[in-house]
């Protein structure tokens, strides 16, 4: 959406300076405060790194466009692609009075065009479309945070979901084995068997007091730690194959849900090569790109029939159901998941998550 706003603030801005030159001829004052407002709205609005916030640059756009509608009201309408900008960074209230004020003035400028000649047409006409294109952006907006909101509760559920399959492949069954082990102590009480089973107890209960104490550490979201040291945590904590954790590309800041989401990815994805792949060795790499974050996890271990990438795997007993539960979460945030494995020939798991919302 951006793009195309984009594309239709220069068109509009051309088209407004085509108009003039033919009207009025070559008029070096009003040209050069249109390609003022063509820099002032790239450096604010398409460069967005300059201004922060973007709305600071908004109103120097709008301070450079009322002063060339002064001399020249031929450039009204390029305040059009404004009105989303206030919509999109302001709240509803500050934006209707903003789109308000450039309504104003566009309407003013269309009766200076036609010699103030009263017309109710040259007053509804913006009146109307300003209304509508506000009203129509903030339902879509509202529908857009409703969407968030219903995403944000099924991830819960899916995060309730995962706890419930922690607590009972850690917990429950380590408290299961310490207590038949317990019962075994005491039917060959007080045999030298009786004695071997209660150290075995104590070892499965220190086990399982570890695995209550990864479960509620996870439950605390990152910690204060980032991203990278969060993954490279779960590595760090995996029994069994050996796991090596890389990152790739400039690191910048990811919103709070995108990294949470990655580094759940992560720890389903681990917790598939220890249970299902009898693997040697993993790789887990962290990528940030432009316009995405990848996760790639990969493993050498037995693999299983995949009959093609890309695809959301099926539900199902097994390893079938962790892939779920990561491509769930992928969709969730916006994001993709591609399988690859065959048999004897280990595999391999890519998750990519849009950037967007993250900040340099």
């Known amino acids: 959406m951006r793009v195309w706003m984009h594309a239709g603030f220069y068109l509009l801005l051309a088209s407004s300076a085509a108009r003039y030159v033919a009207r009025h001829g070559w ?30 640059g908004l109103l120097v756009v709008a301070a450079v466009w009322l002063a060339i509608v002064l001399v020249a009201p031929s450039f009204a309408l390029c305040a059009v692609p404004l ?19 450039l ?28 209304i509508i294109t506000t009203a129509a952006y903030l339902q879509l907006a509202r529908t857009s945070q ?3 909101e219903s995403r944000r509760r099924a991830g819960a559920l899916e995060e309730r979901a995962r706890l419930a399959r922690d607590l009972h492949d850690t917990v429950a069954q380590g408290m299961s084995s310490v207590n038949l082990l317990l019962q075994a102590a005491d039917r060959a009480w007080p045999a030298d068997a009786a004695q071997a089973n209660l150290r075995q107890a104590m070892t499965v209960n220190r086990e399982t007091l570890g695995d209550i104490r ?27 194959p050996g796991v090596r954790f890389a990152v790739d590309g400039d690191r910048y800041a990811l919103p709070e849900s995108t990294a949470m989401t990655l580094l759940r990815i992560a720890q389903g994805a681990l917790a598939n090569v220890v249970e299902h ?12 790109l432009p316009n995405e974050v990848r996760l790639d996890v990969v493993d050498d271990g037995v693999g299983f029939n995949s009959a093609h990438s890309g695809a959301r795997p099926p539900a199902g007993p097994g390893r079938g159901f962790g892939l779920e539960a990561i491509a769930r979460r992928a969709e969730l945030a916006g994001g993709r998941v591609t399988i690859e494995s065959e048999p004897g020939r280990g595999t391999a798991i890519a998750v990519a998550i849009p950037a967007e919302g993250a900040s340099s």
């Open 277 to 288: 792949a009898h693997a040697q060795t993993a790789a887990v790499t962290l990528s940030y």
């Open 27 to 56: 008029n070096a004052p009003v040209l050069g405060l249109a390609a003022l407002l063509a820099v002032a709205y790239a450096v604010a609005m398409v460069w967005r790194p300059v201004w922060r916030p973007r709305r600071v």
């Open 146 to 148: 409703a969407l968030a």
């Open 214 to 240: 990864t479960v509620v550490m996870d439950l605390n979201s990152l910690q204060g730690r980032s991203l990278e040291q969060a993954i490279a945590d779960v590595c760090a904590g995996v029994r069994g």
């Open 103 to 130: 309504t104003a003035v566009v309407v003013l400028s269309f009766v200076r065009l036609n010699g103030w000649h009263p017309d109710v047409g040259l007053i509804a006409g913006p009146a109307g479309v300003a």
């Open 83 to 101: 009105v989303f900008v206030a919509l999109d960074d302001y709240s509803p209230r500050t934006a209707v009075t903003i789109i308000a004020v």
